[in-house]
């Protein structure tokens, strides 16, 4: 048998390592291998791997992503996974030199995020509450399409939430967020009753699967049957498209995101603090939360054009006053 190539064994030490002292979640090392498998393969095409990989190849392989039609933010993505891939080489020992130190990430494009009107919203929630094969799955959706837009959390929170932390007719929920970073998020009184009625249903149910000998019960609020034990991202993804159709919306463009975007500009748009938003969304830094800034920009033009005295006054006049 064959020895893993020095690509192959140096990022899963990498993975293992900021697992371990970053608490990095699942997503986030996915999304490091998924990188540096492609930057890996590069490499090997060119007859080189990460041991003897220099700063050339590194721009080749930027070079080789934009020829690919990749977004900036992708490449701009992969170039950050390589740079830590790097330093964490040079620190530990396993070369010599840090290749990708100088080098600078391309500028990123400031796109605004895809958002819903609340009338959108409406029909999703609506949607939820009347679709569904039986009464347990519309009181499902209905919890998850309720939960998500109450507080704007990550899918992968919401379909992750422990049952624990519904128990009790809570006020607030606890979250772990990236990174393990915990945040208490409020729930709006609609949540809080599609709460209680999927609690219920998902309590008869479970009861009803452990006294047939069918499953444990489960430590999850939205549980499954799948490895991970409760509903899936791409499940809940599924679900969101579904709605979408129903609702009558296209469907191609709205997802889960956008639902969480949709929680973010709404309360913006109606007076929010931006740093309440922050902390609501548990975002780390607040220059990623500035982008929901467009939707403030607007309301103050409209403010401005509705309520300056001279913003109604007669053309005639302005023209006079010139």
């Known amino acids: 048998m064959n020895a893993p190539s020095p690509s192959t064994l140096w990022i899963r030490r990498f993975l293992e390592a900021i697992a371990a002292e970053r608490n990095a979640a699942q997503n986030t ?13 590069f490499l090997a095409g060119r007859g080189r791997d990460v041991a003897g990989a220099d700063r050339g190849d590194i721009e080749a392989f930027m070079q080789d992503l934009a020829l690919r039609g990749l977004a900036r933010s992708t490449s701009a993505r992969r ?7 790097h330093r964490t080489a040079f620190l530990e020992g396993w070369r010599e030199d840090d290749p990708a130190a100088l080098l600078k990430s ?19 929630l609506a949607a939820a509450r009347t679709s569904g094969a039986d009464m347990a799955t519309r009181l499902r959706n209905t919890c998850l399409m309720e939960l998500l837009y109450a507080t704007g959390l990550r899918v992968s929170e919401l379909v992750s939430l422990p049952v624990a932390a519904a128990r009790g007719d809570p006020r607030m929920i606890l ?10 998020v409020p729930l709006s009184a609609p949540a809080r009753e599609a709460l209680a009625a999927w609690l219920a249903c998902r309590d008869r149910n479970e009861e009803a699967r452990v006294a047939e000998g069918k499953a444990r019960p489960s430590a999850f609020l939205f549980p499954a049957r ?22 009558g919306l296209d469907a191609s463009t709205i997802s889960p995101h956008t639902l969480r975007h949709a929680f ?15 902390t609501l969304l548990g975002h780390a ?36 006053s010139r």
């Open 106 to 124: 391309p500028r990123k494009e400031r796109r605004l995020p895809p958002s819903l009107s609340e009338a959108d919203v409406e029909r999703l």
């Open 226 to 247: 799948g490895r991970s034990g409760h509903l899936t991202r791409e499940g809940f993804f599924a679900i969101v498209k579904d709605l979408a159709r129903t609702a």
């Open 29 to 41: 090392l996915a999304a490091y291998a998924r990188d540096l498998a492609d930057y890996a393969e």
């Open 285 to 320: 830094s607040i220059a990623t939360t500035e982008i929901y800034t467009h939707v403030l920009d607007a309301r103050l033009r409209e403010l401005v054009l509705e309520k300056h005295p001279l913003a109604t006054a007669p053309a005639e006049t302005l023209e006079g």
């Open 79 to 85: 170039l950050a996974a390589i740079r830590q891939f």
């Open 175 to 184: 979250v772990r967020g990236k990174g393990g970073r915990e945040r208490l």
């Open 264 to 278: 973010a500009t709404h309360l913006l748009a109606n007076g929010a603090d931006l740093r309440v938003i922050q």
